[in-house]
């Protein structure tokens, strides 16, 4: 499938404790530079065809993408949860829905969608188009059906609140016409939502620099946090360049929140000998019958543009990118055991600090993990705010001022 990574195989050797900062042109750095190359694709790939930001199927998407009227409540777009700003992520632990209800896991950061084998925290979608069937529906996001979608596309009516949007459905008649032949369904809504997920892709970040050969896109700190990530920390096993994820899922032992959330994982009942149901089963609770070797394991996410995204991990319980780094070092230390199933092997087998290593582990590879910011997209111009924000941009302000080259006609 286009856009997709071929796996790699090739694990980097460990590499030699470094106990001096390497200087950015020096011969530590370009040794590790001519490995990760050696190693892995050296750029990402082209998510697929025709997925440029003025491409009609991605311009119809991002239209949907920002249109609060697919949700029942009509306050809540995809963005909504998915925020430019925040990396297409919400800035919440656990995201919050129509009429408030909070949702169980984490949103997280939508760059690199593109190249995801499985979608969501438990991989319980294979594809994007797949994915976008389940946020209209769910009754914690957008609490919608896909019936009262397609009307309020081809009609501009959206009937939970009574109003009509005349601007809109000329929008969408325009759209779909040009990219689907007229045909509004979930499925043609799901292609331009996918089609526009897709196109989120951040690269030129230092790092991208730096692999290509600007020895000075790094900083000193930034080449021994990736000395670390590639060698004794033992991160690129699971998040390998170009996407830094290995699309796979693992336990790493994520704490549980203290404060748990209100809906309970009806799904544990009968899973792998009975789990307490406030734990998230992960890639567990979603293939029948349950890999119990997978419970509590998560996809890996994608570290391009991580910076932007905070809080972390499926249930957000880390607030900054220090509070994971500082996670990975107890785990590898042994000091911390997960909540709920069996540990990956690796995780036991990080070294930082405290094995000899570089003092400054931890700080390191924090700067390392800013170098993967590179470039990000902003929303149109009409913008929107989280639920519950203030400044929510209804869908009449939305259609009624044009916006040169985003009317579909
Ligand atoms: C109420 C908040 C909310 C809304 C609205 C919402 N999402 Fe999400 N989104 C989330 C959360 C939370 C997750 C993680 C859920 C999980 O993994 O079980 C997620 C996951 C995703 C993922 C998977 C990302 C990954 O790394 O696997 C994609 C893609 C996505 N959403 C796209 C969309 C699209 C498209 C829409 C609109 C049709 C949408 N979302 C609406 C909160 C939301
Ligand atoms: C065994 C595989 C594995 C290893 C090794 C690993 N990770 Fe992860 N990483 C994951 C998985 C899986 C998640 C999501 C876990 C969850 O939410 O339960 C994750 C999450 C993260 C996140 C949060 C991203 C987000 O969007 O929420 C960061 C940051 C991160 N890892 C950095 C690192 C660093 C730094 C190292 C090395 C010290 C590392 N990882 C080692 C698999 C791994």
Redesign the pocket.
């Known amino acids: 499938m286009t856009g997709r990574l071929s796996r790699g195989s090739l694990l980097l050797p460990i590499f030699a404790i470094a106990c001096t900062v390497p200087q950015p042109g020096d011969p530590v750095a370009g040794n590790l530079r001519r490995q990760l190359l050696r190693s892995f694709p050296s750029a990402l790939p082209e998510p697929g065809p025709d997925l440029t930001p003025d491409s009609p199927a991605v311009q119809l998407g991002e239209a949907l993408f920002f249109d609060p009227n697919l949700s029942s409540c009509g306050t809540v777009a995809c963005a909504s949860c998915h925020l430019p700003e925040r990396g297409f992520s919400d800035g919440r632990r656990v995201s919050i829905g129509c009429g408030g209800i909070s949702g169980r896991r ?1 949103s ?2 939508l760059y690199g969608a593109a190249y995801l084998t499985h979608l969501f ?1 438990d991989g319980r979608a294979d594809s994007l188009e797949l994915q976008a069937m389940d946020p209209v529906t769910d009754p914690r996001e957008m609490a919608n059906s896909w019936e009262e979608v397609v009307r309020y596309l081809s009609t501009g009516e959206h009937r939970a609140t009574g109003r009509r949007f005349v601007a809109a459905e000329r929008y969408y008649r325009a759209g779909f016409a040009q990219v689907y032949h007229g045909q509004i369904s979930p499925e043609t809504v799901a292609a331009a939502l996918a089609a526009y997920q897709r196109s989120l892709v951040s690269t030129d970040s230092a790092f991208d620099r730096w692999l290509a050969g600007e020895d000075a896109a790094l900083t000193p700190a930034q080449v021994q946090g990736a000395l670390v ?1 590639f060698g004794r ?3 690129g ?3 390998p360049p170009p996407a830094f994820t290995d699309s796979l ?2 336990n ?1 032992g ?1 704490p549980a929140p203290r404060y748990e959330s209100a809906e309970p994982f009806p799904t544990n009942a009968g899973i792998c000998g009975g789990v307490p149901v406030h734990l998230d089963p ?1 890639r567990a609770g979603t293939v029948n019958p349950a890999p119990c070797e997978e419970l509590g ?5 994608s ?1 391009r543009n ?1 910076e932007l ?1 905070a809080p ?4 957000g319980v880390f607030s900054s ?1 220090d509070a ?2 500082q996670h ?1 070092w107890s785990v590898g230390r042994g000091t911390t055991s997960p909540p709920i199933g069996q540990l ?1 092997h ?2 036991r087998l ?1 070294r ?1 600090t405290d094995s000899g290593g570089h003092p400054d582990d931890l700080r390191n ?1 924090v700067e390392f ?1 800013r170098s993967l910011t590179g470039s990000t997209r902003d929303g149109p111009p009409w913008g929107i705010a989280p639920p519950g924000g203030s400044g929510l941009s209804p869908a009449e302000t939305l259609f009624s001022q044009p916006t040169p080259g985003k009317q579909g006609s």
Request: glycine share 8%.
């Open positions: 984490n997280g950061s925290w990530f920390g033992r991160c096993e699971c998040h899922f693992h790493v994520v992960g394991a998560f996809r890996t996410p570290l991580v995204s972390y991990m499926h249930n990118l994971v780094v990975y990956d690796r995780m990080i930082l590879l993990l």
